[in-house]
């Protein structure tokens, strides 16, 4: 039981962890469940700040392009 208490407590640390990363300025849920509800919001935060990294990427590369 002890192990599993421990278990918990660490992935409820990573979960906040993750939380504070993927949303810096919204603040994290107090309760276990609000965290993993706010995780199923992920996929679509992820792939946002993926795509917006594409984008910033192309533009710079576009930007070099034309310089040169």
């Known amino acids: 039981m002890k ?3 421990e278990m918990h407590r660490m992935s409820e640390l990573a979960v906040k962890d993750l939380c504070v990363s993927l949303w810096p300025a919204e603040p994290i ?3 276990y469940f609000g965290l993993v509800q ?3 919001e992920a996929p ?10 594409c984008l910033e990427g192309a533009m ?3 930007a070099k392009t034309m310089v040169h």
């Not at 679509?44 to 990294?53: H, N, Y």
């Open 3 to 5: 192990q599993l208490r």
């Open 29 to 31: 849920p107090d309760t």
């Open 38 to 40: 706010k995780l199923q």
């Open 44 to 53: 679509l935060r992820i792939d946002a700040i993926k795509w917006s990294a």
């Open 60 to 62: 710079l590369a576009f």
